[in-house]
């Protein structure tokens, strides 16, 4: 089945502590994001992936770091989470090297005390 | 400053109703518009615009851009209670990059 996965689905910890939530999708996907999704202010976008070694800001990236080792895996680390990190998360990906029409990912609830 | 505005934010409508769901861009060098439909979980793609005044259709939606006054619509005819959700709208721009910039969305609850 052509899906994007991410784990975890939910997360607590706490503030400082480093966290990589994984993101990975099996339909050979060039494109590749990371989105934010918090009440009032819609999905904003994190950083994304062209392609396997090329990655991009996107609107919102302080705090986050990602990498694109292998085309089908992109994760998303926070070295120093903050509670204004609290929000949803969802991961993408697209077939062209552009976004085009997106799939994502369930999403990954993450709290930060 | 690159932005995307997505009107009304929030409508109620009867089933059977047609709505008319808006969204507006300013931003450097377009190349897509797209559709998103998002119920309690990730959202699921609807369209894909990048030419103006071709409408795209598919079953009772269906969407049209007009890129010289930078804007789209997406209609709903005949609304069931499983159209309620909230509808996105996100631009693909940039020169040698594509971002993708969301709107906040418009909020649809269809009534029985």
């Known amino acids: 089945e052509a899906q994007v996965t991410q784990n975890p689905r939910y997360l607590i910890t706490v503030t400082g502590k480093k966290l990589t939530v994984t993101c990975s999708q099996n339909?050979?996907?060039?494109?590749m994001s990371w989105y934010r999704q918090d009440p009032g202010l819609g999905l904003r976008q994190i950083y994304y992936?062209?392609?396997?070694?090329?990655?991009d800001k996107g609107d919102v990236p302080e705090g986050y770091k990602v990498s694109r080792k292998e085309k089908r895996n992109f994760p998303l680390i926070l070295e120093s989470p903050s509670p204004n990190q609290t929000s949803l998360y969802f991961c993408?990906?697209?077939?062209?090297?552009?976004?085009?029409?997106?799939?994502f990912g369930p999403g990954t609830r993450l709290t930060v005390t | 400053e690159d932005k995307v505005v997505q009107s009304p934010l929030s409508l109620v409508v009867h089933e059977g109703d047609t709505v008319t769901l808006n969204c507006s861009y300013e931003?450097?060098?377009?190349?897509?518009l797209l559709w998103y439909k998002q119920e309690k979980k990730a959202p699921t793609f609807l369209f894909m615009l990048t030419s103006s005044g071709i409408e795209k259709k598919s079953g009772r939606l269906s969407s049209i851009l007009d890129k010289k006054e930078l804007f789209s619509i997406l209609n709903i005819t005949a609304t069931q209670t499983g159209d309620s959700a909230v509808y996105l709208c996100a631009v693909c721009y940039g020169g040698a990059t594509n971002k993708l910039i969301f709107g906040t969305g418009t909020l649809l609850a269809v009534q029985p």
């Open positions: 992936s062209m392609n396997v070694e090329v990655t």
């Open positions: 339909m050979n996907h060039e494109y």
């Open positions: 931003v450097t060098n377009f190349r897509s």
């Open positions: 993408a990906s697209s077939l062209a090297r552009s976004a085009y029409e997106q799939y």
